[in-house]
């Protein structure tokens, strides 16, 4: 462990020079030295000068679990995998996913409960593995996390010229002297970054209630696909496909099929880790904190299971439309043509989950910064937690200026994930 003492290698250039010089014997001490439960409550955590507002509850936390996690990949991947590899089984494929996702959120959870702390796998791994694995994983972390939400941010651009019809390039300008490929602007992604940034800059409270209303509104539209599935699908789709030549039954492509697609569909439960983040904001972490991680990770592996449930009986896994699994489904074949209206609908859901997917994403990416500053490995200042606003604002602005950028230049990597994710 470093010597609290010691000045902080960021604080003059002086200072960073040597610290510099200093590298291999710096790395040999600290690669492999772990810190304690105990220094990261207490010592590590004063380096943010005020502390963070104890303001969140259970009810918190399944918002914010249920929000990070259901954004638009279920639209997506339930098609792919039950297309492609689970056939009508893909229901079983969300299942066994959201049993893995379950096992790994007890882990985040007992690590919370002992050491509720706002720095997530980075914390955990700081008191286990020592400071390099921490290193290393909140480096990754933090660039998977902004690459990731430029690319969500995008999506949104799509899914909401959906629900108004519109085709989102209208939305989108190129800008001439920038090289092709990275002219894209899309405006509609960049402001709502910008308002999100500011939202989670301003209160994590007030955060929460704007998260519970979008998630409220996106589960409802999640609910409505699925009555109409149920009321509108047909039991036979589980066990026949159209084409009698293709394989039929349950599980066309048998068990390793149906594990294929549950790795497929694992993306749309990526999120929860993001509510671990939340730990050091809730007023009583031993009861909080297992029933906002695990109890939304259960939450959300039921809904997903209707879901998938809904799309396998509206048509036969072998007719299903790859790119537009839930919009083809209602919308696609003779005599569907009235229900070309619930593209829109899909399109307005989805939206939404985007919005919450990305604010939690936000808050998660901040936290992990302000505790990589508390452990000094990036300069103190992103430590910074502000007396009046009880919230990380150093890490949570900066963060969202880099993101801000990536959204607007960033027009191929985002394409890539987008295309890749969604
Ligand atoms: N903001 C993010 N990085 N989100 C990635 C999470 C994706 C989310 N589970 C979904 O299915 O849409």
């Not at 993001?274 to 809904?303: F, H, Q, R, W, Y």
């Not at 896994?317 to 209602?330: E, G, K, M, N, R």
Request: aromatic residues 12%.
């Amino acid at each position: 462990m470093e010597n609290p003492q010691q000045a902080s290698s960021f604080s003059s250039l002086h200072a960073y020079l040597r610290a510099l010089s200093q590298t291999p014997s710096r790395l040999a001490r600290r690669a492999c030295s772990v810190s304690t439960s105990y220094e990261e409550m207490s010592q590590a955590r004063s380096r943010s000068g005020s502390d963070m507002a104890r303001t969140l509850r259970w009810p918190d936390l399944v918002g914010f679990g249920l929000g990070g996690m259901v954004g638009a990949g279920v639209f997506v991947t339930t098609g792919h995998a039950a297309r492609l590899y689970a056939g009508p089984a893909v229901v079983v494929s969300y299942a066994i996913a959201g049993l893995c996702a379950l096992l790994s959120a007890f882990c985040y959870t007992e690590f919370a409960v002992d050491m509720p702390v706002a720095g997530g796998a980075f914390s955990y791994l700081r008191v286990t593995f020592g400071e390099f694995a921490a290193f290393l994983t909140g480096a990754n972390l933090i660039m998977e996390y902004v690459t990731s939400n430029a690319a969500v941010a995008r999506s949104l651009t799509g899914y909401m010229g959906a629900t108004v019809g519109v085709s989102s390039t209208s939305w989108r300008f190129s800008v001439g002297w920038l090289p092709e490929g990275f002219n894209e602007i899309d405006l509609v992604a960049v402001g709502v970054v910008l308002i999100i940034t500011l939202t989670i800059c301003y209160s994590t409270r007030d955060s929460s209630v704007v998260n519970i209303v979008l998630t409220t509104l996106h589960l409802s539209f999640i609910a409505f696909v699925i009555l109409i599935g149920f009321s509108k699908g047909d039991w036979k789709n589980f066990t026949e496909p159209a084409d009698p030549k293709h394989p039929g039954g349950f599980s066309p492509y048998g068990v390793s099929g149906v594990f294929n697609g549950a790795a497929m569909v694992y993306l749309s439960y990526i999120g929860y880790d993001a509510v671990s983040t939340m730990a050091e904001e809730v007023k009583n972490p031993v009861k909080d904190i297992p029933i906002g991680v695990s109890g939304s990770v259960i939450l959300v592996t039921v809904i997903y299971c209707l879901m998938a449930a809904s799309m396998s009986m509206l048509m036969p896994y072998d007719l299903i439309d790859v790119d537009a699994p839930f919009t083809a489904a209602f919308s696609g074949g003779a005599g569907r043509r009235r229900w070309r209206w619930v593209s829109n609908v899909i399109g307005g859901g989805a939206s939404f989950g985007i919005l919450t997917s990305l604010m939690v994403a936000m808050l998660g990416q901040a936290r992990y910064m302000c505790v990589i500053g508390r452990s000094r490995v990036v300069p103190a200042w992103f430590a910074r937690v502000h007396p009046s606003t009880s919230t990380p604002v150093n890490a949570s602005a900066f963060l969202g200026r880099l993101l801000t950028l990536y959204t607007i230049i960033d027009h191929f990597i985002c394409c890539y994930f987008n295309s890749y994710l969604f």
